[in-house]
């Protein structure tokens, strides 16, 4: 296929020249090719160009961009690369409005490291791990053929780590310089601020060396004062949320506004609890020029140490409570009588204040969650029985292995009872008690000027689970 040019004189004597998509056929019956005309353009000084620049369209289409590029260069021009750019600008464009380029510039100066090209090789990385996340040395390989990265050609895998530990020494002073320009970018409301933890794992068999720590999770020098110390490694065995505890791994916390927008986020090693975490929290977030604050976290962080360190400087906590907790307080706000008050579409709330006690204490009832918890007690329940039934006939050795088995099953065996005979009965009295409890949650409140409906848990909270979290 060719564009054909012919020519014909018109009335006048003029040679008039015309632009053809032409290709040669055989003719069987001639034993010759002949010339087929597909489409005229037109008069060669005044082409059909709408119909040529549809055509060039469409056949690009079918090609590699940089091939098509190629052939629509001029020939006095060489194309040597052609990568897509969208993705990376417009993260680029949102990195420098939140200022985290000139935060991480700002942080490095005076520093031996080339603050400008840490800044882009960080970037770079975090484009990477919205687009198209690998490792490294793969970002490295995406890079250099895949991106065009305003400031970055190039760069190796040994750079990166580099750029990383850069950005671990300045950390604490990017975080808070950043989350100062989000504030007053995204008009944050910090006046909650929620926290919880997770832990992740490492697909490898062998934990890092131990080395001596603090109590936040950094290697201790000599030089320092005395403090709690503890010799680990950071990736390394500890109760694990993933149920992965033959893998290494590392605790993350992190702390989010009520409208979920994550303000800072930490990791320690992997045996470190949660218990003391939220205090380590508190003191790094106090620097940062908050306004009065209420800390919202799980019942993993509801010791009394944490409750008082929380409220220093007149901060205020909303903490879970495990429920039951077998705790005086929580059991005499849960005998409590009263009205629940509704507060959302599937959230009841009724709000219990104990003379002995400064906290007030909210017990949440969500109807959906009551439905779910009694239809998961139902298929528990009916497990159980299947595996009881007849127990009664097998001899005292058996029943015994059987109640071993079942004991290494949480959920079966809180409503297993063994009656001085040795034989195995549901436990009424424990599923009633649990039955009571359908749907509810328990929440701790140092605030006493909050109200239900201002609360997180009228705005936050949609299940039993999420509030109980408090996240």
């Not at 599923?431 to 929440?443: F, H, Q, S, T, V």
Request: a neutral charge; glycine letters at 8%; proline letters at 4%.
């Amino acid at each position: 296929m060719y564009v054909r040019v012919s020519s014909r004189k018109n009335k006048t004597g003029q040679v008039v020249r015309y632009l053809q998509l032409a290709h040669n056929e055989w003719d069987p019956a001639a034993g010759m090719s002949r010339t087929k005309v597909l489409y005229s353009f037109g008069r060669e000084d005044e082409p059909d160009r709408p119909a040529v620049q549809r055509l060039v369209t469409a056949l690009s289409r079918l090609l590699d961009p940089t091939a098509a590029a190629a052939l629509t260069t001029p020939t006095d021009m060489t194309l040597t690369d052609s990568r897509p750019m969208g993705g990376a600008y417009a993260l680029d464009g949102l990195w420098r409005a939140l200022g985290i380029d000139a935060a991480i510039r700002d942080a490095l100066a005076g520093k031996r490291a080339d603050a400008t090209r840490v800044e882009r090789i960080l970037f770079a990385l975090t484009a990477n791990r919205v687009l198209k996340p690998s490792s490294k040395l793969a970002a490295t390989d995406w890079i250099a053929h895949d991106v065009h990265i305003d400031g970055l050609d190039a760069v190796v895998d040994e750079a990166c780590y580099r750029a990383m530990d850069a950005l671990l020494g300045v950390e604490a002073l990017v975080a808070r310089q950043v989350y100062h320009q989000v504030a007053d970018l995204l008009n944050l409301e910090v006046d909650l601020l929620f926290f919880d933890t997770s832990s992740t794992y490492f697909e490898t068999g062998e934990a890092d060396t131990p080395v001596a720590r603090d109590g936040h999770g950094r290697v201790r020098r000599g030089t320092e004062p005395s403090d709690p110390v503890r010799d680990s490694g950071f990736r390394t065995h500890g109760k694990s949320m993933d149920h992965r505890d033959d893998l290494p791994q590392v605790v993350v916390g992190m702390a989010v506004t009520r409208t979920g927008i994550p303000l800072r986020v930490w990791s320690w090693p992997g045996n470190y609890s949660d218990s003391a975490l939220i205090r380590q929290v508190k003191d790094d977030m106090r620097d940062w020029s908050l306004a009065r604050v209420i800390w919202v976290a799980d019942r993993g962080f509801s010791s009394a140490e944490n409750r008082r360190y929380l409220q220093r400087a007149g901060g205020h906590y909303i903490i879970g409570e495990k429920l039951p907790s077998g705790s005086a307080e929580a059991t005499a706000a849960l005998s409590r009588q009263g009205r629940y008050a509704q507060i959302a579409a599937n959230l009841q709330v009724k709000e219990v204040k104990l003379d002995d006690t400064g906290d007030r204490f909210v017990i949440c009832f969500n109807p959906d969650e009551a439905e779910r918890d009694a239809h998961v007690r139902e298929h528990l329940l009916a497990r159980l029985t299947d595996k009881i039934t007849g127990s009664d006939a097998l001899p005292a050795t058996k029943r015994a292995e059987l109640r071993g088995q079942i004991s290494t099953s949480p959920g079966l065996n809180r409503f297993l009872r063994v009656t001085p005979g040795g034989l195995l009965r549901l436990d009424q009295a424990a599923i009633k008690a649990e039955a009571r409890l359908d749907g509810k949650y328990l929440l701790r409140c140092s605030d006493p000027k909050l109200t239900p409906e201002a609360s997180p848990w009228a705005t936050s909270n949609s299940s039993k689970s999420n509030a109980a979290g408090a996240t």
